[in-house]
């Protein structure tokens, strides 16, 4: 079939939306509102834990959807099909690795963080090390990644679509959503933001089903895919260079480790690096693993968002591969389906903005402050989100030439520069005793300085336009994001080693239930008397599906690689 690739006018905004669209829009914000009314009812919002951890009693399903949909933001929607759409298949990676990790965060990190009785991050890493420094960073480097990486990505990622398909204000399309997001957020807490998370995947899931379903049809099934994606030339391309034109590599997840946009190399250890930061000692993720009602419920939490993000390949990135030939329509749908992404990745970020903000830095200011006044502070944090969002808004410009307007692998180019130190602290920290503060806190330093170099260069020589000569020094030029995040790691991980080594171990206090190695699991089963049982049921089939997850994984690795 004849494929149209003309650009003629990709800003032109769509015609108005039709009937049909506008009653899709509605009943997604109806919705959204009377979910988020019923959640903050129910929801136990009256102590710290039952305010910023939904009182501890979440069940399995809003737990693993609620972590799907805080990763699936906007930014990530459109990033991935982005992405897909310039090289392929092969930025599904990004979102297989998370299988491993996140059966990590519920079999390895999730029971240490339970047994510690932390609400935030940092107070874990405060009661394995000791002192106040190190939880200090952590919280402001949290928040600062909020702004680099997410809520700045998300506002451009929502905004740019809304702006494309329909022509609307950049204000007019999120202040809305803003306001109902920040309404049941500060409303319900943890509660309300997880049970309309579910109500976001579920919109999220049917309604990319339903476009990925017409982008198919569109281009005569899956069979036409290849050829497809391979006749998608524009029609402005760069003589003599295979600028612009689709990847020869397009349709393979494994690439060469020295000249490919996603070596496989970085795809297999740093991006694991990565991802173990994200998924195992990001706020935003943790805190729904620890609303659990117990232990089973946060593997399974886990094992239901695995079986999710397998989805985003046929979902996002084959769809963006198909829209180089053509665009698909159904507007109202598509509308709230990005609505859907951009509410659950903010509303999640704004609530483990506001933990963090109240337990670790208003505390530490406050030190007297009892559960009332916490609750408030958590509750009306808005200042500290609406300077987030403004920081975020003054950002948005720098997106637009960074990466070649791929958003997801800025994303990624940001958090490796920042994230593989914070990784390094925390996995020494949970499987080596002898890891203490003085070591931990002067890796981190040096990961800092050492990362941040490396941003700061990314921005100081951004990467030439295709077909231009590279000029950046070495370290852009000839080392991959995903291999710098190995060696920072490295490095970092050393230096924790040195330090820890040439100075004191840490006290008894500061290792026991707080290591792999000193855990007691008798007291995680969470299991009354006369349902040891069930429970022992129960985590055998947490087992079988960890088991069945992983094979699925690696046959489509093997498949596609």
């Known amino acids: 079939m004849a494929l149209d690739n003309s650009t003629s006018d990709p800003h032109m905004p769509w015609a108005q939306l039709s009937l049909a669209d506008i009653i899709v829009i509605t009943v997604y914000f109806t919705l959204n509102v009377a979910v988020g009314i019923w959640s903050s009812c129910r929801a136990s919002r009256n102590t710290v834990r039952g305010y910023f951890l939904a009182g501890q009693d979440m069940t399995w399903w809003p737990i693993g959807a609620s972590l799907f949909a805080s990763s699936e933001g906007s930014g990530l929607f459109i990033g991935l099909a982005g992405s897909g759409a310039a090289g392929g298949l092969a930025v599904a990676g990004f979102e297989w690795n998370a299988t491993y990790v996140l059966l990590a965060l519920a079999w390895v990190f999730v029971p240490i963080y339970i047994s510690s009785e932390i609400v935030t991050m940092p107070e874990y890493i405060q009661k394995r090390y000791g002192g106040q420094r190190i939880r200090m960073y952590l919280s402001v480097l949290s928040l600062l990644l909020s702004v680099f990486t997410k809520i700045s990505i998300d506002l451009y990622a929502g905004a740019l679509f809304v702006h494309i398909c329909l022509g609307w204000n950049f204000y007019l399309s999120t202040t809305l959503t803003l306001a109902i997001a920040a309404l049941y957020t500060i409303a319900g807490g943890l509660a309300a933001v997880i049970y309309t998370d579910a109500l976001q995947t579920l919109i999220m899931v049917v309604g990319a089903v339903i476009l990925t379903v017409q982008a198919f049809d569109r281009i005569g099934g899956y069979g036409q895919l290849a050829a497809a994606y391979t006749q998608a030339v524009p029609t402005r391309t760069i003589a003599n260079t295979t600028c612009h034109l689709p990847r020869a590599d397009a349709m393979h997840m494994f690439r060469d480790p020295y000249t490919a946009d996603l070596p496989w190399t970085g795809m297999t250890f740093g991006l694991t690096i990565m991802a173990t930061w994200y998924w195992c000692t990001d706020q935003v993720i943790v805190q729904r693993s620890l609303s659990a009602r117990d232990l089973n419920h946060a593997k399974a939490g886990s094992i239901l968002a695995s079986y999710l993000k397998m989805l985003p390949l046929v979902l996002i990135i084959m769809p963006g591969m198909i829209s180089r030939a053509l665009f698909p329509g159904l ?116 990961g800092l300085v050492v990362g941040a170099t490396r941003l700061v260069l990314e921005f100081l020589y951004p990467a030439p336009p295709c077909g231009v000569v590279d000029m950046r020094p070495a370290i852009l030029r000839s080392f991959h994001y995903l291999h710098f995040a190995v060696a920072l790691f490295a490095l970092s991980g050393a230096v924790v080693v040195a330090g820890s080594l040439l100075t004191p171990p840490p006290q008894g206090a500061q290792i026991q239930n707080l290591t792999w190695w000193t855990l007691d699991l008798d007291l995680l089963s969470g299991a009354k008397a006369g349902d040891a049982q069930k429970h022992a049921f129960w985590a055998r089939v947490c087992g079988f599906n960890a088991i069945l997850l992983m094979c699925i994984n690696i046959f489509f690795y093997a498949y596609f690689a």
């Open 331 to 446: 507007r109202g749908l598509m509308v709230a389906v990005m609505m859907a992404a951009l509410m659950s990745s903010l509303t999640s970020i704004f609530n483990s903005s506001s933990t963090l903000f109240t337990m670790d830095i208003w505390r530490r200011v406050r030190p007297q402050a009892g559960e009332r006044e916490l609750l408030l502070v958590g509750r009306y944090a808005g200042l500290v989100i609406v300077v987030l969002i403004g920081v975020s808004v003054a950002w948005i410009p720098i997106l637009q030439g960074s990466n070649g307007g791929q958003l997801f692998i800025y994303m990624q180019s940001v958090t490796s520069s920042l994230a593989p130190p914070v990784t390094a602290v925390f996995t020494l920290g949970i499987f080596w005793r002898r890891a203490n503060e003085q070591g931990a806190f002067w890796g981190l330093m040096v």
